[in-house]
């Protein structure tokens, strides 16, 4: 692997909580840690494959179930990744996130032994073996071993990527959780989970229209947020817990939405309303609490599906308070919708040539460590 970095290609590959695809995205990445895409895609999961990742996620599954998808997820990223290879060859390296099925880095002991943990399934064998590529994955175990969160992992792309700019910039992702990356010139790159992104709303649309999302916001755009109900959700722990911080469907179940629900509106389009309001409203409050009495904020910079969200981005823009400036990705040529597969192909690449690449600051780490395993193809 020698010591001189060159530019690689890699696919990136990524599934996120709300589990709607797998993204894929061919980068080249450049020995300055620069990231240029060059194509993505959504490769939708069979439909029977997904529903037992939902049967995971709501711990209804077997170990059985758990290890046949394990294999059976990791197919289906080398599927994803096969479709750029056919168009482009093979890539130098393949770095997959998985698809996370639980995440437990709390403090937990039993017999004096440590159980911080977290899965994330798509085995990284299947994957080379399927495709004949280097595959780099299992991201987040490196970190929880070294006493961190193992998440968020992307501030170390966002670190690289938005550094140069002489601004105090809060890039802050909204996929099925919401998460930020504070870059300063004055403060050291820190980040966390803010809490809800789109997995409740998503939820309660395919609950209430059974639809995946709400296209452009069309329903929240028509109803009324309940602000006595937005602020009852507002008052759960997790906003209030200082970070570093992760969450994920572990906290957010099926059943925490569900009880939620008991004392939501009649109307449905009202509570879509302020479910949406709620995931820009956290956002807003975590800044509130966690970043602003230390470092001004500059700019908002929105990535993830909640920036296709035009009220929840008009929310976010009505909640900041005023001077502070609301961009997406696209405005710094990142993609929206690649961001992460982005980041982790750059995860991947510092893997590869053994960089440690990790942001304790973000994470809670003890030190910085090498994120990743490899498995070799053919």
């Not at 990284?124 to 929880?144: H, M, P, Y």
């Not at 309001?277 to 009495?293: G, H």
Request: aromatic share 10%; proline share 4%; glycine share 8%.
């Amino acid at each position: 692997m020698g010591e001189d970095l060159e530019v690689k290609k890699v696919i990136g590959l990524m599934s996120g909580t709300s589990c709607d695809s797998i993204d894929a995205g061919l980068c080249v990445v450049t020995p300055e840690l620069k990231c240029e895409l060059i194509k993505g895609i959504n490769y939708k999961y069979p439909e029977h494959i997904r529903a037992k990742i939902f049967q995971i996620f709501r711990q209804e599954a077997s170990i059985k179930d758990i290890c046949q998808m394990n294999f059976a997820i990791g197919e289906c990223f080398a599927n994803a990744a096969n479709i750029l290879i056919e168009e482009f060859g093979k890539p130098d390296l393949i770095a997959s996130h998985g698809q996370t099925v639980f995440h437990a880095p709390q403090s937990e002991k039993l017999d004096n032994i440590n159980l911080s943990s977290t899965l994330q399934i798509g085995d990284g064998s299947v994957i080379a073996q399927k495709t004949g590529c280097l595959t780099v994955s299992n991201f987040r175990e490196a970190d929880i071993a070294a006493g961190g969160e193992g998440a968020p992992l992307v501030c170390f792309a966002d670190e690289k990527w938005f550094k140069s700019t002489d601004k105090n910039i809060a890039v802050q992702n909204i996929g099925g959780i919401s998460n930020v990356t504070m870059i300063s010139h004055s403060h050291p790159t820190f980040g966390f989970d803010t809490g809800l992104g789109n997995i409740m709303l998503d939820y309660c649309v395919n609950k209430f229209y059974g639809k995946s999302y709400d296209k452009d916001g069309e329903i929240a755009k028509s109803g009324v947020i309940c602000e006595t109900w937005l602020d009852c959700l507002l008052q759960d722990d997790y906003y209030f817990i200082n970070p570093p911080k992760t969450t994920g469907r572990e906290y957010f179940s099926q059943r925490y939405i569900e009880n939620a629900l008991n004392f939501a509106p009649s109307e449905p389009k009202d509570i879509i309303a302020t479910v949406t309001a709620l995931t820009a409203k956290s956002i807003v409050q975590a800044y509130e609490r966690f970043i602003l009495p230390e470092i001004d904020i500059e700019e908002v910079v929105v990535g993830g599906g909640g920036a296709y969200n035009p009220v929840m981005m008009n929310l976010l823009r009505t909640y900041l308070p005023e001077g502070i400036i609301l961009k997406t990705h696209e405005d710094y040529g990142i993609s929206n919708n690649y961001k992460e597969v982005m980041a982790f192909a750059l995860l991947g690449y510092c893997t590869y040539y053994a960089i440690p690449n990790n942001l304790p600051e973000c994470t809670g780490a003890s030190r910085r460590v090498i994120l990743g395993k490899m498995a070799y193809g053919n």
